[in-house]
RNA sequence: GCGCCCGUAGCUCAGUGGAUAGAGCAACGGUUUCCUAAACCGUAGGUCAGACGUUCAAAUCGUCUCGGGCGCACCA
């Protein structure tokens, strides 16, 4: 609780006898601040008083002694409401702000604790495609927000390099991969091979139990098939880390499901003997009937092990060598069964860390026709995504602001922040349709939206041109527009605190868009810069809580700030 | 069939128990001798899918119905 909200629980305190945590659970902001600052709705008192309740907040208003900051209470219709004192509190914030630098919004709340963040994650062998932008970009989100509350986080692409379709793949590579293809091979080719194999098998079925042998002497070792899959993987990797690279997209591992392939076997070994498993339909698996799921399989009728089993194998892991207090899988909502099984599971084998992992979901990425799929073949690449992106903003800066320099930097900030931003402005829950247009339209709430405002804010600094101090005259930041930009700017770590509590970095987002609109209606109405000096020096201390507050927002979303564009 | 998610302005979305349901886009009208007009202001636009219920109070909670999406054994 702030300090600002303490003052007026205190003060209530004294004339309702209610304890400290039940009117601080009654205290809301007022939804205009004509209306006041904070205010306590008397609707519940009125059923223990029998009176109305705008009676009561008469009784209270007379009652009450406030003390500062609270500087007026007013009783309107239902609610008793309180004025802080404005200059108090642009102080309070502004001098927080100052001081905290880039570091304003960050906590110690999670220090000395560790995060689990599994994002991306793509399989191995197929180009990133837009519909994998929404787990990298909310796991590298989530992987922020935790980090400024002090987190240690460690962020894992569980790269999908493991599984049958690698034999299908080596398979493909065998039968029309061709002659130099060891040398010249790019993921497109890899793509390629994987979309015949799928038209061949519906003709040929006997191409799937071929697959499937290869993919047994994968797991069992076999220095060809072992040879090939590397191959495949060294091609992938590379291709995607220079996606990561655009979008500024850090991990702090790259285990894939390969990686528990060893550990897979003791495993299973665990399970079995804990007495979870059983045979059934010639396949190992864990009866979840009692759970109303199906069973978790954990081997398949040809012994071969499966996703969920490596998943069970890579958690233990993980809370053997990152002991952490919470683990993030942020995955589609597809496979919200296959993450309940999986955690059952870990249940049931008695890890009491079961309910800290999470599955962190989002809403499919489709087009107006439906479903995407790398296996159909369409997909609009990312890759082709971010180019466009940064292209059209090239063109913006070249018709806007021609003489700009660092044209290419600012163009590439600009360009793959609208596709971050724009990714991250909804709730992750919801389905998103992709649209060239949507995504590439770049006014009202957007990322260059957000970025410009900033870049005005360091114009306007780099016009004063001194230095910006704190001890200015506080009570001059008092139009309506002030007050409410600086009531916004003192939000923003509790906006911090939900985004991490929902898992949700769109929180920020919006709350930024919230800034810079503020901002922006003060900016049209004042002028910062003016003759009246004290004046100037008051809203250039705003102008920069401002900019530090949009660049401290910015940067959790993973985007720059361009201080010219 | 069963389970989960979604349904708010023409479109995309905020708002998830409190005061008059808000933004952006699209439409129309306006603002630049002035700190970057990638901005700002105004007009118009709503059966919060529907019904019933809980509550002093429901877009928000519950039940049901309708519509859309996803998932439900050897893919991941």
């Not at 980090?147 to 034999?167: A, E, P, R």
């Not at 509590?501 to 109405?525: K, T």
């Amino acid at each position: 609780m702030d300090y600002f909200k303490k003052a007026i629980v205190l003060s209530l305190k004294e004339v309702t006898n209610l304890p400290e945590d039940e009117i601080a659970g009654f205290i809301e902001i007022p939804p205009d601040i004509k209306m006041g600052d904070y205010a306590f709705p008397c609707y519940s008192l009125s059923k223990t008083l029998k009176k109305s309740p705008a009676i009561i907040a008469t009784e209270l208003l007379s009652a009450i002694r406030p003390v500062a900051p609270v500087r007026e209470v007013k009783a309107l219709g239902p609610y008793l409401n309180f004025f802080i004192d404005k200059a108090i509190f642009s102080e309070n914030i502004s001098k927080k702000i100052f001081e905290e630098k880039d570091r304003y919004g960050c906590s110690a709340i999670g220090a000395g604790k560790t995060i689990v963040v599994d994002y991306s994650s793509p399989n191995i062998a197929k180009h990133l495609a837009v519909h994998h932008l929404r787990s990298a970009l909310i796991g590298s989100g989530v992987y922020n927000v935790y980090k400024t509350l002090g987190y240690k986080c460690v962020g894992i692409n569980h790269l999908g390099d493991w599984g049958t379709q690698f034999g299908q793949l080596i398979v493909a590579y065998k039968k029309w991969g061709g002659e130099n293809a060891h040398t010249s091979y790019t993921v497109t080719d890899l793509n390629d091979l994987y979309v015949k194999f799928h038209q061949e098998a519906e003709k040929n079925p006997g191409l799937e139990g071929e697959a499937r042998e290869w993919f047994k002497k994968l797991e069992a070792g076999d220095a060809e098939a072992r040879e090939l899959w590397q191959h495949f993987k060294d091609i992938s990797l590379k291709e995607f880390q220079k996606i990561y690279d655009m979008l500024g997209i850090h991990f702090d591992a790259f285990t894939g499901e390969s990686f528990y392939n060893t550990l897979v076997e003791d495993t299973v070994n665990r399970i079995k003997e804990k007495g979870l498993t059983r045979i059934s339909e010639e396949a190992l698996i864990i009866d979840l009937e009692p759970y109303n799921m199906p069973p978790c399989l954990l081997r398949k009728k040809d012994d071969a092990t499966l996703y969920a089993t490596r998943d069970i194998a890579a958690a233990e892991y993980r809370k053997k060598t990152y002991n952490f207090e919470r683990m993030i899988y942020v995955v589609g909502s597809e496979q919200k069964l296959h993450f309940r099984q999986v955690f059952k599971a870990l249940e049931l084998m008695g890890h009491d860390w079961a309910n800290h992992c999470i599955h962190v979901d989002f809403g499919l990425m489709k087009f107006k026709e439906g479903k995407m799929s790398t296996r159909k073949g369409n997909v609009v690449l990312l890759e082709d995504l971010l180019v466009e992106a940064v292209e059209r903003i090239r063109k913006i800066i070249e018709e806007k602001n021609p003489s700009l320099e660092n044209k290419e930097t600012v163009a590439h900030e600009v360009g793959i922040g609208a596709i971050i931003f724009a990714n991250l402005s909804t709730k992750r829950n919801k389905d998103v349709v992709f649209d060239w247009d949507a995504v590439l339209n770049f006014e009202g709430e957007t990322g260059p939206y957000v970025q410009y405002t900033h870049a005005r804010l360091c114009s306007i600094l780099r016009k004063y041109g001194k230095p910006v101090a704190t001890d200015i005259q506080y009570e001059l930041l008092k139009e309506e527009e002030t007050v409410i930009l600086v009531k916004i700017l003192s939000q923003f770590p509790l906006i911090i605190r939900k985004a991490s509590e929902a898992y949700e970095p769109s929180l920020i987002s919006n709350y930024l868009i919230d800034v810079c609109s503020s901002l922006n209606r003060f900016y049209n109405a004042h002028r910062v810069l003016s003759d009246d000096e004290e004046l100037t020096r008051a809203r250039i201390l705003l102008v920069d809580a401002t900019r530090q507050v949009i660049k401290n927002g910015l940067n959790i979303l993973g985007m720059h700030a361009p201080e010219r564009m």
